[in-house]
């Protein structure tokens, strides 16, 4: 019989989480499913704890290479059977009705993505220290319809929102298929991000559930500013690469407006990063010459340091896990 839903995870070096993932896939109260794990060439321990697992549901794939994660989802997208596609981070899990759930709020709401709220839970810890919608300043009680303005303009760096990109929505399979749309694999950060937008683009219908039903491993440690400046420089690079093709900013002018607010601060992130890289490394002279080419620099620094001071006395001091913006958890799970 075909399943119902196909989970898709892409492990990589998750030999402590992944076992966690599983059970909660494989405990739903939806059993019509299917669970395509594919290891993206790790070298721990991963992949001999997948081969643990004893169910006819779960189908184990191994890259010869390290793909990435989203070259490894797209492997597991290929290989999906169900007439939808859920996706489920080697390192997270799902309460038990969550498929069930989000699969009858689908069908009653005729949708072609569904996601809900997430749970965010410290890596080590046992308790959630807060939700997406907690941490977004949005207030939302009911079903939410999505578009593809509000999703962009509530996503972006730096700023509070309810960044849907980090949420693991439900697609109706026949969707991405008859759309062609699948992970860009040149993305080493937002893959999820940008793969809802292009659904939406295509008028998917997105709906958004206020309940969490998804555990979400945060992981709130420090990046260095070089990697730092890499993902904003990939962000940069999508967003105008997106906004180049006319056909979707002419059927989309609030797309266009909130694409643009989005790149004009990721741009002014960016150059900040480059001159604190640059004091971080003692590179004098290149601080001199990025400080003339970044004029931004001295502005952002002068208006943050209340909110930077104030972050750190919260996290570090009162151990207040909401300190850090939602933004700040985008970069965290990588290959």
Request: with cysteine; glycine share 4%; hydrophobic share 40%.
């Amino acid at each position: 019989m075909k399943p119902e839903v196909s989970i898709i995870i892409a492990s990589y070096n998750t030999e402590n989480y992944i076992s966690k993932a599983i059970d909660s896939a494989l405990r739903q109260t939806l059993s019509n499913i299917e669970i395509i794990v594919v290891d993206d060439a790790s070298n721990d321990s991963t992949l001999e704890v997948l081969k643990k697992f004893n169910d006819e549901r779960l189908k184990i794939l191994v890259n010869e290479k390290n793909l990435g994660v989203s070259g490894t989802r797209n492997r597991a997208l290929k290989a999906a059977k169900g007439k939808w596609v859920a996706v489920l981070d080697s390192d997270d899990w799902y309460a038990p009705e969550r498929l069930e759930t989000l699969l009858q709020m689908a069908y009653s709401e005729h949708a072609d993505i569904v996601a809900d709220n997430l749970y965010f839970i410290e890596n080590g810890q046992d308790y959630p220290w807060s939700t997406l919608i907690s941490e977004s300043g949005e207030s939302i009680n009911q079903v939410k319809l999505i578009d593809p303005a509000f999703f962009v303009a509530t996503d972006i760096y730096g700023q509070q929102g309810l960044h849907l990109g980090l949420s693991k929505p439900i697609f109706k399979r026949d969707f991405l298929i008859s759309n062609d749309i699948a992970y860009d694999e040149t993305l080493t950060i937002s893959e999820d991000f940008w793969l809802a937008l292009q659904c939406l683009v295509y008028r998917a219908k997105f709906i958004f559930l206020p309940e969490p039903y998804y555990f979400y491993r945060s992981r709130l440690g420090s990046l260095v500013s070089s990697k730092l400046n890499k993902n904003l420089e990939l962000t940069c690079r999508k967003i105008k690469d997106f906004m180049a093709i006319e056909d979707i900013i002419n059927r989309h002018p609030n797309l266009a407006q909130a694409l643009t607010k989005k790149l004009t601060i990721s741009q002014k992130y960016l150059a900040y990063y480059r001159v604190v890289e640059t004091i971080k490394k003692r590179q004098y002279l290149e601080f001199l010459i990025q400080i003339v080419h970044n004029p931004y620099f001295f502005v952002h620094l002068i208006s943050n340091i209340p909110g930077i001071i104030h972050r750190r006395i919260k996290y570090y001091i009162l151990g207040d896990k909401s300190a850090f913006t939602l933004a700040h958890l985008k970069f965290k799970k990588q290959n």
